[in-house]
């Protein structure tokens, strides 16, 4: 049955249409609900679509690595939970998890838009700042409603107070030193169309995509292709314009 | 000679495309390792290496895996079973609803017979009926690398007709690099067949061969 | 992360080597006699092997396609590959990278000559000083191709960044892990298409394409040493 679709929305593309009457460089309806999870140190669940993926920002206090001392720590995470699609299952994060969390990790430490070096605590303790991403519905490009909701759930979220080495929930002494505002577009190419935000029946039938991570400035600082077809070179500077392009409009919406 | 995948073999021009190889923009290419083969009427690569993949027309030794209602799957050495069915395998009216067919051959045994069918799934039916398949009894089975075997053969059958012959067993070469051997001097025959595929690229090996079966 | 480390000294990165310079290689084929198509390739210290294994029969039956052979890739490090010993087993990072080079390398191969079967690929990482990944795919490339595999071509990979400002290719251990950024780049180089893209960094859109320009050239010089290694193991060949 579903063979069928994914060729009618590949014949849609092929005559330049999109099963939902976007165009090409068009994203779905995006609704951001920022400190959704009063628990949360910051969250932030966004909607792409039918999309949709919380994320939660939690800090801890621990130890330092001990070839960065003087900087707290990240640790991105993704669960995809089986009440968004009938393809997940319950367990540890499979592949394409683990693949999400870590382009996520990549864009918000290579964008160096958490300031790490500014949640050390003492000399033996730092915050570690959990960012873990929950999806809730997967009706096609997790991967950029992911990253929006870091980014959001990150810009939301507040320094807890420390009283003897304990954190005190529920009183906060400041927001966490988010500087930048990276974003993910992923670029992917059809035949020889190029689109940007798949819908789920899209991603079934798309040759190629390349994750972008862009920042602020314009600088990129992450990119990951994936899917089973190849790339020219050419293509791929076409890619990089347009999620250049798209990720101001996306940072708009971050705020 | 050898090439490799993706090396340009030739232009097509209109000739029969065969094993390993690909075409794209009436440009042929290599699809394997192997030894290139271009004739007038036909452009191909003979794989050095690599599993068994059936082919429709090939003869090949198989085993009998499992018993059917109607047939037997038989497993010639390759990531695909194959069926034999019960029409392709017995001349008599066979009612199936009384009869085992394990009567006719069982699991275990082993069967000389030629592939006719090969789907695009690669569902593969082989047939016993032509005069040369058989079912063969005693003997034992040794694997050699399918591309091997026409050098086991031997051109016009000369180096399975020496070693048949100096160690008066009896042998039958599947194209699925499955060989049969029967005799007293099973051994050495094995031994033979081995140093062939061992050492086809050093020149000599006839005399070679003759050498350790006279001894 | 970042450390005060300065990997370029008067133009000279710490091991010698100009910033175009690949380490020296070496690339072997048939190395395990087990498998169907193996190869060990040694970019500088990093040593890697890879091991093919058939189209063999695939169980359980779910797991078949009725139309197409599935390609399954396992990246490993071995415990004793690095400075601190790393745990034996799958870790986050060695399941995305198998992803990823599973990625690589199916486009280049048939996969409708095998349906129903599968293609193993095992990629173990003997010791690590920087770009295992790419030496891993060189290395399966080879093993594909030796285990007779239908391909469309050999795939060549390499590694590129960034260090102090300048363009480097081939980066080792301690280049890896201090770069302003870098890049992994495997392709088809007789059809000049790209199957793996990785970057981490921070670099404006023509740095990346200049990153990706030197890549280019430098897996084509990578397909020639695969092409040599299989020559020299096969031209006694019949």
Same mark, same amino acid.
């Given at each position: 049955m579903s063979d069928l679709q994914e060729k009618y929305v590949l014949e849609l593309l092929e005559s330049g249409k999109r099963i939902d009457g976007r165009k090409f460089d068009e994203y779905r309806e995006i609704k951001i609900e920022r400190g959704?999870?009063?628990?949360? @140190?910051g969250s932030a669940v966004v909607s792409l679509g039918k999309t949709k993926v919380a994320a939660g920002v939690k800090l801890e206090i621990g130890e330092p690595f001990p070839d960065t001392p003087n900087e707290g720590i990240l640790i991105v995470n993704a669960e995809f939970s089986p009440i968004a699609s009938p393809e997940f299952e319950a367990g540890p994060p499979g592949e394409d998890a683990i693949e999400l969390a870590r382009i996520v990790d990549r864009v918000i430490r290579e964008s160096k838009?958490?300031?790490?070096?500014?949640?050390? *605590?003492?000399q033996q303790n730092v915050f570690i700042v959990f960012v873990d991403l929950h999806i *809730?519905? +997967?009706?096609?490009?997790l991967i950029d409603a992911s990253a929006l909701a870091a980014i959001a759930a990150l810009k939301n979220a507040r320094i807890p107070k420390v009283e003897n080495g304990k954190i005190v929930r @529920?009183?906060?002494?400041?927001?966490?030193?988010? *500087?930048f505002t990276p974003v993910v577009v992923s670029v992917c190419k059809v035949g020889n169309n190029f689109l940007i935000d798949p819908d789920l029946l899209e991603e079934n039938v798309l040759d190629s995509r390349l994750v972008v991570g862009v920042r +602020? +400035? +314009?600088? *990129?600082?992450a990119i990951q292709k994936q899917g089973s077809k190849p790339l020219k070179f050419s293509d791929v500077e076409k890619m990089l314009d347009i999620a250049i392009a798209k990720s101001k409009e996306l940072r708009r919406l971050v705020g | 000679m050898i090439v490799l995948p993706g090396e340009f073999l030739d232009e097509r021009k209109g000739r029969k495309l065969g094993k390993g190889v690909y075409e794209e923009n009436g440009k042929v290419f290599a699809k394997v390792l192997g030894l290139s083969k271009i004739t007038d009427t036909e452009v191909s690569v003979i794989p050095l290496s690599g599993t068994y993949l059936p082919s429709a027309g090939d003869r090949v030794i198989g085993v009998i895996s499992t018993v059917e209602i109607a047939g037997w799957f038989v497993?010639?050495?390759?990531?695909y079973l194959a069926f034999l069915p019960l029409g392709e395998a017995v001349e008599e009216f066979v009612d199936t609803s009384r009869v085992d067919l394990s009567k006719y051959f069982d699991t275990g045994d082993v069967i000389f017979c030629r592939i006719v069918k090969v789907t695009k799934s690669k569902n593969v039916v082989v047939s016993?009926?032509?005069?040369?398949?058989r079912k063969l009894y005693g003997g034992v089975l040794v694997k050699v690398t399918p591309h091997k075997v026409p050098r086991i053969i031997g051109k016009g059958g000369s180096m399975i007709q020496l070693i048949k012959q100096k160690t008066k067993c009896e042998i039958y070469v599947g194209q699925n690099g499955v060989i049969w051997v029967k005799g007293e001097n099973k051994g050495k025959a094995i031994e033979a067949i081995l140093m062939v595929e061992r050492e086809?690229?050093?020149?000599g090996l006839t005399e070679r061969v003759d050498r350790m079966l006279s001894s | 992360m970042k450390k005060d480390i300065k990997l370029l000294v008067e133009g000279k990165?710490?091991?010698?080597?100009?910033?175009?310079q690949l380490r020296p290689i070496s690339m072997k084929v048939?190395?395990?006699?087990? =498998?169907d198509g193996s190869a060990e390739v040694r970019l500088g210290n990093t040593i890697a092997l890879a091991s093919v294994y058939g189209p063999r029969a695939l169980y359980p039956?779910?797991? #078949?396609?009725e139309e197409s052979g599935i390609v399954r890739v396992r990246y490993n490090m071995v415990?004793?590959?690095?400075?601190e010993r790393k745990s034996p087993g799958p870790d986050r990072r060695s399941i995305e990278l198998s992803k990823v080079m599973r990625l690589a390398l199916e486009p280049a191969i048939f996969l409708e000559d095998f349906p129903k079967a599968a293609v193993d690929v095992f990629v173990d990482?003997? #010791? =690590?000083?920087?770009?295992t990944r790419v030496a891993g795919i060189n290395a399966a490339s080879l093993a594909l191709a030796c285990a007779g595999v239908p391909m469309r071509d050999l795939v060549s990979a390499c590694s590129v960044g960034k260090i102090e400002g300048t363009l480097i290719v081939d980066l080792n251990g301690i280049e890896d892990n201090n770069s302003e950024s870098d890049m992994a780049v495997a392709m088809m180089p007789g059809r000049d298409e790209i199957t793996l893209l990785q970057m981490d960094g921070e670099l404006n859109k023509d740095e990346v394409l200049r990153l990706l320009s030197l890549a280019r050239e430098n897996c084509k010089k990578i397909y020639e040493l695969q092409k040599q290694a299989i020559r020299e193991k096969y031209k006694s060949g019949e």
């Open positions: 959704l999870v009063q628990k949360a @140190e838009c958490l300031q790490l070096e500014k949640l050390v *605590i003492s *809730i519905n +997967d009706h096609g490009n @529920e009183e906060f002494t400041g927001n966490l030193p988010v *500087i +602020d +400035d +314009d600088k *990129i600082c | 497993d010639i050495n390759s990531p016993m009926r032509d005069m040369a398949s086809s690229h050093i020149p | 990165r710490l091991d010698g080597r100009l910033p175009d048939d190395v395990i006699s087990r =498998a039956k779910f797991l #078949q396609e415990p004793f590959s690095v400075d990482i003997l #010791q =690590a000083d920087g770009s």
